[in-house]
C-alpha cells in the first residue's frame, strides 16, 4: 500500500502539470518528493519535474529552487535512476547557462560528466 501512495501522488503531480495546473503540480510534486526514496528513479523524475515547475512559476515559488539544487546534488542515484538523474542534472546545468552562473554550470557539468562515465553512460544502449 506505501507503494501505490507514493505512485499516487507522483501521478498526480505530472497530471496536474499536463493540465496546466501547476499549482496542485508543485504541491503533489513535493509531497511525493517526501515520501520517495532520495535517488530512486521516480525520486530523481520528480525532481527533473520540479525544476521546471518551479522555474515556470510565479516568483515565490523559486524559493524553493535552492533545496532542490541541494537535493539533488547530495545524492547519489540508484543504478536504475543513472538515466533519471543525468536529465535533471543536465536541465539544472543548462538553466545555470542561461541565468550566466557559468561557476554552477561547471561544478554540476563536472558531477554529471563523473556520474554518467564508462559503464554507467545513459545513452549506451545494449542490444
Known amino acids: 500500500m506505501e507503494g501505490r501512495g507514493r505512485g499516487a501522488k507522483r501521478c498526480r503531480s505530472i497530471s496536474h ?21 532520495s535517488g530512486s528513479r521516480y525520486w530523481c523524475s520528480t525532481v527533473k519535474h520540479l525544476f521546471a515547475i518551479i522555474a515556470g512559476g510565479p516568483p515565490q515559488w523559486h524559493s524553493h529552487f535552492p533545496n532542490l539544487v541541494h537535493l539533488i546534488s547530495s545524492v547519489e542515484p540508484e543504478p536504475d535512476a543513472i538515466g533519471e538523474y543525468a536529465a535533471a542534472m543536465a536541465w539544472l546545468t543548462s538553466t545555470f547557462v542561461w ?6 554550470a561547471r561544478t554540476f557539468m563536472a558531477r554529471l560528466r563523473a556520474l ?10 545494449f542490444s
Open 17 to 37: 502539470l499536463i493540465k496546466s495546473k501547476s499549482d496542485l503540480s508543485l504541491t503533489a510534486g513535493l509531497q511525493a518528493l517526501a515520501i520517495l526514496p
Open 99 to 104: 541565468v550566466a552562473q557559468m561557476g554552477m
Open 116 to 125: 554518467c562515465s564508462g559503464e554507467n553512460d545513459p545513452t549506451l544502449r
